[in-house]
C-alpha cells in the first residue's frame, strides 16, 4: 500500500489493494491479489505483489477475522497519530542520557495525548462483541 500525498512518484492508491485485504475470504483475497499481479499498477510497481506473496502466512489468519475487527486494525489513522505524537516528543528533546530517560518521556507522552482522545473506537459494540465470542472467557463484554 504505497501512498505520499507530499511526492508525486508515489501514486498507489490504498484502494488498489483494498479488495485483497477486504476480501470475504482467504480464497477471495487470493483471487483479488491474482486481479491485482494482471493490473496496469502491479506492472508499473512490481515489487508489490511478491510482497504479498511473500506474508501470506501471515496476511491470510487475518482474514479469519469478521469484518468489523478487520477494519479496526487496518484503520491505522489513530496508530499513526500516536505515533506522530511519539517521534514529536523525541525530537525535540534530542538526545537522552539513558534508556530509562527515553521511556519516561515516551510515558510523559502517551499521558499528555490521552487527555486529547475525545473519540471511541467507530463501531466499537459490534467489534466488541465479535472479540467477546472469539476470545471467550479472556475478553469479558462487562
Known sequence: M??????NHFDVS?????????????GAAEQALAEFEDSDLAKRYPAIA???????????????YPPEVRKLIYTTNAIDALNSKI?????TRGHFPSDDAAAKLIYLALNATSTEWKRSVRE????????????EGRFPIA
Open 14 to 26: 490504498p484502494d488498489a489493494l483494498k479488495a485483497i485485504y477486504t476480501a470475504v475470504d482467504a
Open 87 to 91: 517521534r514529536r516528543a523525541v525530537r
Open 50 to 64: 511478491p510482497s504479498w506473496r511473500r506474508a501470506w502466512n501471515e496476511v491470510s489468519p487475518f482474514l479469519d
Open 2 to 7: 504505497v501512498h505520499d500525498r507530499g511526492h
Open 124 to 135: 466499537w459494540h459490534a467489534v466488541r462483541g465479535q472479540l467477546a465470542i472469539m476470545f
